[in-house]
């Protein structure tokens, strides 16, 4: 498996990981003129499906036969329509522990993060990613995305129109969407609508505390894996606070099972 790019539930939206994007043509432009240009909801979606398909085309996808689609199809299948967001999703085979989501409801699951998640915590990793979208957080990293790749200054952005990119752009722009952070409110917020997701549907809500303490474990190892993924964690919330946090929480619902220790699993949960 290939590596991709770091950042999404960790972490952000459509937002993600350091990873193996063949990017040798993107455009390293600056941004400007960010509040010149009328962004709409649509435009955002539009665009952010123009960049997924490109992520889509530059990475492995796992078939609709592949255990990794197969296991994704019966957790998420009856969540397509998801609080009046139409959702699509795909697994991508690829060696760093991600997923994300975008303005067009676009959702992307990491092959490695579903080899270290049970479903509930990959459920509520998903339900993040959603709340992200509903919570229109990717909208503003979108536009700066689009501007960078189109490298518009304020006078090209003044015309209010949305141009169109060509493969280099689109890979910048997808790029810049990964690259993009989100704000401790927004994280906060996401997180809070993972758990009203689970919650609501009848999902075990502990499942988030333990996602959280897995990140947590994934943070502090030492050594070469640690480089890429300690870089997304030094700019995110602390995974141990938002796991304590859920517990409070599910503490005061009556929802509470202690899990006991958390470790990360010595074996691929999909196989």
Same mark, same amino acid.
């Given at each position: 498996?290939?590596?991709?790019?770091?950042?999404?539930?960790?972490?952000?939206?459509?937002?993600?990981?350091?990873?193996?994007?063949? &990017?040798?043509?993107? &455009?390293?432009?600056?941004?400007?003129?960010?509040?010149?240009?009328?962004?709409?909801?649509?435009?955002?979606?539009?665009?952010?499906?123009?960049?997924?398909?490109?992520?889509?085309?530059?990475?492995?996808?796992?078939?609709?036969?592949?255990?990794?689609?197969?296991?994704?199809?019966?957790? %998420?299948?009856?969540?397509?329509?998801?609080? !009046? &967001?139409?959702?699509?999703?795909?697994?991508?085979?690829?060696?760093?522990?991600?997923?994300?989501?975008?303005?067009?409801?676009?959702?992307?699951?990491?092959?490695?993060?579903?080899?270290?998640?049970?479903?509930?915590?990959?459920?509520?990793?998903?339900?993040?990613?959603?709340?992200?979208?509903?919570?229109?957080?990717?909208?503003?990293?979108?536009?700066?995305?689009?501007?960078?790749?189109?490298?518009?200054?304020?006078?090209?952005? *003044?015309?209010?129109?949305?141009?169109?990119?060509?493969?280099?752009?689109?890979?910048?722009?997808?790029?810049?969407?990964? /690259?993009?952070?989100? *704000?401790?409110?927004?994280?906060?917020?996401?997180?809070?609508?993972?758990? /009203?997701?689970?919650?609501?549907? !009848?999902?075990?809500?502990?499942?988030?505390?333990?996602? %959280?303490?897995?990140?947590?474990?994934?943070?502090?190892? !030492?050594?070469?894996?640690?480089?890429?993924?300690?870089?997304?964690?030094?700019?995110?919330?602390?995974?141990?606070?938002?796991?304590?946090?859920?517990?409070?929480?599910?503490?005061?619902? !009556?929802?509470?099972?202690?899990?006991?220790?958390?470790?990360?699993?010595?074996?691929?949960?999909?196989?």
């Amino acid at each position: 498996m290939k590596k991709i790019i770091i950042g999404a539930f960790l972490l952000g939206s459509c937002v993600t990981i350091n990873a193996q994007f063949n &990017l040798n043509k993107a &455009l390293d432009v600056g941004t400007k003129g960010l509040k010149a240009l009328t962004f709409t909801n649509a435009d955002a979606a539009k665009l952010a499906k123009e960049g997924v398909d490109w992520m889509d085309k530059n990475n492995t996808v796992a078939g609709p036969k592949d255990p990794y689609t197969v296991r994704l199809n019966k957790l %998420f299948a009856k969540h397509k329509s998801q609080d !009046g &967001l139409n959702l699509n999703y795909k697994v991508y085979k690829v060696t760093d522990i991600n997923a994300f989501a975008c303005a067009d409801g676009s959702v992307r699951v990491f092959s490695s993060l579903m080899d270290i998640m049970t479903d509930d915590e990959l459920l509520a990793v998903i339900g993040h990613e959603i709340g992200h979208v509903k919570n229109e957080d990717t909208k503003d990293a979108i536009k700066s995305a689009y501007l960078k790749a189109a490298a518009m200054d304020a006078a090209s952005a *003044s015309s209010k129109t949305i141009a169109t990119l060509n493969d280099s752009q689109l890979g910048a722009m997808a790029n810049a969407m990964l /690259d993009a952070s989100h *704000s401790k409110k927004q994280e906060s917020e996401a997180d809070t609508y993972s758990y /009203d997701f689970m919650k609501a549907n !009848g999902y075990d809500v502990v499942g988030a505390y333990r996602a %959280f303490k897995k990140l947590a474990l994934l943070s502090e190892e !030492g050594g070469a894996k640690q480089s890429g993924f300690q870089k997304m964690f030094n700019s995110h919330p602390d995974s141990n606070k938002r796991a304590e946090a859920i517990k409070k929480r599910a503490e005061k619902d !009556g929802l509470w099972k202690d899990p006991g220790t958390v470790t990360l699993p010595t074996t691929k949960l999909t196989k």
